[in-house]
C-alpha cells in the first residue's frame, strides 16, 4: 500500500532538488542577513557585488523561470509530491508566491497607514488565494499563508524604512529585529509560535534618539493578524497593532490610569471611564513602554504582575481584563546601575528580557561607516522637505563638515541629526550641542603638552574635554577615564574653557 501510494507521487530530479533547496534556505534566512545575501547570489548566479534591488530581480527572474517550468510540466502543486520534495517544494513555491505580490502588499501597508484604523480592503487577497490553492494549499492553510506574507512583508517594510543605514552595527540591528518577531528560524515560528508570542518581551537600550522607538513601532506593526476572507479585509489595522506610552510623562499619580484605565468615580477628577493603553493594545499587538528605567518600585511591581497573570484591572474596578499582546520597553537609563542601588527590581528586568537589543548610537555608526552620514541626510532630507534633493543634501553635509566638524560626538543621535538639518536649512549652520571652544582644542591641548606647560589639573581637563567631543557622553567618558560622571563634566568644562 505505501510503496504503491509513493509509486504514484513526483519526484524533483538531482538539480531541481539543488536549485530548490537553495531557494527554501533563502526562504527561511532572514532577509537582512549575511546567508541570505550569499544564498541570493547563488540562485541569480552572479559573483561579485549587484546592489540589492538589481540583485533581487535578478533572483527572483531566475525562481520565477524555475518555476514556470514546473507549471509547464503541470507539477507546481504540492499534492503531487510527498516526503522531504514536498518540503522543499513548498518552502520555495510560497516564497516565489510571496515575492510576485511584494509590490501590492507594499502598496497596501502604505495604504493602512494613511486610512489609519479601518482595515483596509485587500483587492488582490483573491488572486493570491486562488494561487495557493492551486499549489495545493487547503483553503485554511492558504488564509493563514497569506496573512503570513503580509505579516512578513510588514516586518520587511518597517525594518527596512524604518531604521536606515549602511554600518555593519545597522544591519546587525536589523538582522535582530526581524530575529525578534519571527525568532532565529522563521519555520520554528510559522508552524508553532506565531500565536504564542505573547511571552517574548524585548528590552531596547540605547542613548537619547538612536531609534528605539522607531524599533518598537517596527516590531509592534510586525505581528501577525489573520485574513477575513468573507470581508476580503485583514481582522484589524496593524495601526492598532502598537500602543505606545512615554512612562517619564506622568506624575506617580496618573501612571497606573493611564496604564490600567479607571472607572468613573474611581477618584476625584474620574469624570468619566478612561481606557488605559493595556485595554487599548489588539491581540497581537504590542505595547510599548518607553522610559521604563524611569518608573517607581510600587509600579514596576503592578506591570510585573500583569506580565505573570495576563491579567489587569482598571482602577476603581474588581473585573478583569486579559492582555495577550507583547510587551517591548525601552531606556537610555544605566539599567545596571538601578539595579546596583535597587531602584531597578531584578525580577522585573528578567520578566523583560525575554531578549535584549543595544541600539547603536550614530557616534558609533558614523564610526564604522562614514558614508552612514549621507544616507542619514538623504532620509532626514526627504522627510522634512517631502521630497529627496541631492543639492540639500549637499549643501547641509558641507555645513556639517565645517562645523561641528566630523570630530563630533552626536550625544542626541539621529533626533539631534534631524534638528541640525533643519536648523541648517533654517540658518544655514549647525554649531552642535556641545560647548563649543574657541579654536582647535586637540591642537591646543597637543601644543601645551608639547611645550610641558600643563599641570595634571590642566592635562586631565583638556583630555576630558576632547574625549566628550568625540564620545557625547559624560558617562562615556568617565568609563574611559575611570573618573565618575561629576568629576568629568567639572573637567569637560574647564577643558573647554581653557
Ligand atoms: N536608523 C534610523 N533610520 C532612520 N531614522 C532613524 C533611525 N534612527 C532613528 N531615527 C529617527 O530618529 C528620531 C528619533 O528616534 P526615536 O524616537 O526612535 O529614538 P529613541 O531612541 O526612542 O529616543 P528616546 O530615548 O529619546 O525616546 C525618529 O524620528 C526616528 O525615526
Redesign the pocket.
Known sequence: MYISCMARKDQLSAAEREFFGRVARAAFSNPFGAERLQLDREIAGVGGRLAQPELIRRTMARIREAVGALEEQGRADLRRFSGDDRELLRSALLFEAFHRHAAEFDQLIRQQVADGEEPCAVPFAKEVLALLARRGLSAEEARRTFAFFFQMRRAFYFIA?????TSPC?GE?RRHLWNNVFTHDIRWYERHLWNRMEDFSTL?L????????????AIGRSGFIPFDEARGRFAESFTRNFVSI?LSQYPEALIESELFGHKKGAFTGAIDHHRGIFARCSAHGAIFL??IGDVSVPVQIKLLQILQERTFSPVGSHEKQRFSGRVIA???RPLEKLREQGEFRDDFFYRLSSDVIA?PS?LQ?LQEDPRELEV?LE??VE?TIGEGSAELVSLVKESLAAEPGPGYGWPG???E??QAVRRILLTRSYRGELPVAPGDLRGRLLAAVDGGTLDAQGLLAGYCALLYRRLGTYEQVAKVTGLDRRTVKKYVLAGDAG
Not at 540605547?206 to 513601532?217: I, L, P, R, V
Request: aromatic fraction near 2%; charged fraction near 20%.
Open positions: 524604512h524604518g531604521l536606515v543605514g545597522m540591528f531596547l540605547g542613548e537619547t534618539g538612536t531609534g528605539k522607538g522607531a524599533a518598537a513601532a512615554n518607553d522610559e525601552a531606556t537610555n541600539v550614530l555608526r542619514l532620509l532626514v522627510r543621535n539621529v533626533r541629526l534631524e
